[in-house]
Structures are given as C-alpha cells and as structure tokens.
C-alpha cells in the first residue's frame, strides 16, 4: 500500500496525491467542454467520471445542457458525506432556469465503489425528473460513479 501522500516535485513544488489526481480529473474532462454534445451514455459516463471519480465523499453534479445537449455548465451542487448526499430540488430548478437548461444530466459518486443505484437514488431521480418536468427540462440520464459508472438511460429506468 501506497503511504506516502506526497510526490517530489522540481523546484520543491509539493503536491498532494489527491491534488494530482484531481488537476489529473480536470484536463481530461476539459476535452469534453468545448461545445461537445451529451447524446450518448458512454460519453457521459466516461465525463462524470473523470469529474466524480476521485471525491472522497459523496457528490452530486448536474450538467446543464441546451437544445442540441451542448453542454452550458456542469455544477457539483451538493456534498455530503461518505456514503450520501442531501439533494434539493428546488435548488436545480433555480439553476436549471438561471441558465436557461432545455436538459439535464444528474451524476453523483458512489465513493464505497460500488456503482449501483440505492433505493433512494431511484427516488431522488423519479422526484426531480417530475420536479423538472413541471418547467419543461428533461433529465437524459443519471449516472451512479463507482469503480465503473451506471447509467440510468442504458438501464432503461428513465
């Protein structure tokens, strides 16, 4: 096992681990960004995973997207703790409003590994696909980040 959380650096620059992994999480998902369409779940899974794989705690993210599923912002709008996360609905419909969203992704981490969905995962989607729903914003997927990533959409529970 790895214990030493720090790499040696020129210049005695000092980073941590995590600190690597996370700047590592940011260039590769910062391919996606450049007006890339959200239309399928293998790229959807592979973003969220590089933007939720290496929490420790649990995350839960939304990609806000436009009419053709361009990405226009992606927001980790709740943290919690090991293994859950309080998500409010009300607090996406005022972002998916303030910027104009025609669609939605959810994603949110799993950071025991295990990608499949609680009972209240399947809950929370059902609450804010009908909360959604009400301003005409349709959720494409939500993705569960694990050792591997699950996609609601593939699974059919959309």
Do not use: C, W
Not at 117 to 135: C, E, F, H, M, Q
Request: charged share 20%.
């Amino acid at each position: 096992m790895h214990k030493n959380k720090t790499q040696s650096y020129p210049q005695n620059q000092l980073m941590t681990d995590h600190q690597i992994l996370e700047r590592a999480s940011e260039i590769i998902a910062s391919k996606f960004i450049a007006g890339d369409e959200f239309t399928d779940a293998k790229t959807t899974k592979e973003y969220l995973t590089f933007k939720l794989g290496h929490h420790e705690s649990e995350v839960f993210a939304l990609m806000f997207l436009n009419s053709q599923h361009q990405l226009i912002e992606y927001n980790e709008m709740f943290h919690g703790t090991i293994d859950s996360a309080s998500v409010y609905p009300r607090e996406v419909l005022k972002v998916a409003l303030s910027v104009n969203a025609s669609a939605v992704i959810l994603g949110h981490n799993h950071p025991s590994g295990s990608s499949v969905p609680s009972n209240a995962d399947k809950r929370i989607t059902k609450r804010l696909v009908d909360a959604l729903g009400l301003i005409d914003v349709r959720v494409l997927d939500h993705v569960v980040v694990g050792k591997t990533a699950f996609s609601f959409a593939e699974k059919g529970l959309l």
